[in-house]
């Protein structure tokens, strides 16, 4: 594994596609971590982390409007290349004058140069330290199995993170299906794990693989697919009937 190491005057210094728009304003739930970190669902795939202050801006896409009322981003991940998690316009609308991105190679090609400055690209298996925190940050594959879904995301190409910050691994699957990697991971404390077709998997294969990596909680987000929103109820009931030991959160991503 490829450990890289930043410090915090390099985050602040070095780090120095169309995208869906999202219109409507709204304030969903939010939830705090038993370390304390603040869980701000903005809607489907982009949420806040907020510690101590500072915020980390989780694939953040739509309208300015939707962050305003929270803090400035201290650091920025991407996941991958498409319009509900990589939006030009979304990153040119915050004020990212103290801000570094993380983010997978194919979406450092698509920034321009003054953020290419402030990223830091990594790829499926890298590993970062920041002094920030004493947070370390883990680049983890996300991709499709099925054959009919290969082309959405390709392995290798896009990430997920599992970020370790206050004492807690926060793993953010981005868009993927119920891979090994994922059924493998060990001591996630809180899990984003998505779910909607066609374009990752069904609620039953994102069950399966939650029953077999257990955190202690899972937050379903990413769930709008083509034919509407993926039923998380089922979800939820799938889960705690074979494992009630899992905490199942449900939040609220999207106006209904």
């Avoid at 953020?115 to 883990?138: A, C, P, W, Y």
């Avoid at 493998?184 to 998997?201: H, Q, R, S």
Wanted: charge should be negative; proline fraction near 5%.
């Amino acid at each position: 594994m490829k450990t890289l190491i930043l410090t915090l005057t390099m985050l602040a210094t070095a780090l120095g596609f169309a995208s869906e728009q999202i219109k409507t304003v709204h304030t969903p739930s939010n939830t705090t971590s038993a370390a304390g970190i603040k869980i701000i669902p903005i809607n489907h795939g982009s949420l806040i982390l907020e510690y101590e202050g500072k915020a980390l801006y989780i694939d953040p896409v739509g309208e300015a409007e939707l962050y305003k009322m929270h803090p400035d981003p201290t650091l920025i991940f991407i996941t991958d290349i498409h319009g509900d998690h990589f939006s030009l316009k979304t990153l040119e609308s915050l004020n990212l004058e103290f801000t570094g991105i993380i983010a997978p190679k194919t979406v450092f090609d698509q920034l321009p140069e003054n953020f290419q400055k402030k990223t830091t690209v990594m790829h499926n298996g890298d590993s970062q330290s920041f002094r920030l925190f004493n947070m370390t940050i883990e680049a983890v594959p996300m991709y499709n199995l099925r054959e009919e879904a290969l082309n959405f995301h390709p392995k290798g190409r896009g990430n997920g993170y599992v970020i370790s910050l206050a004492g807690e691994r926060i793993y953010i699957s981005g868009d993927t299906e119920d891979i090994p990697e994922m059924r493998n991971l060990e001591n996630i404390d809180t899990a984003f794990v998505c779910m909607n077709l066609p374009y990752t998997m069904t609620v039953e294969s994102a069950a399966s693989a939650v029953l077999d990596f257990k955190p202690k909680t899972v937050i379903p987000y990413h769930y709008r697919g083509k034919d509407g929103l993926s039923d998380v109820e089922k979800f939820k009931n799938l889960v705690i009937e074979k494992n009630n030991a899992i905490n199942v959160t449900l939040l609220k991503w999207y106006e209904q």
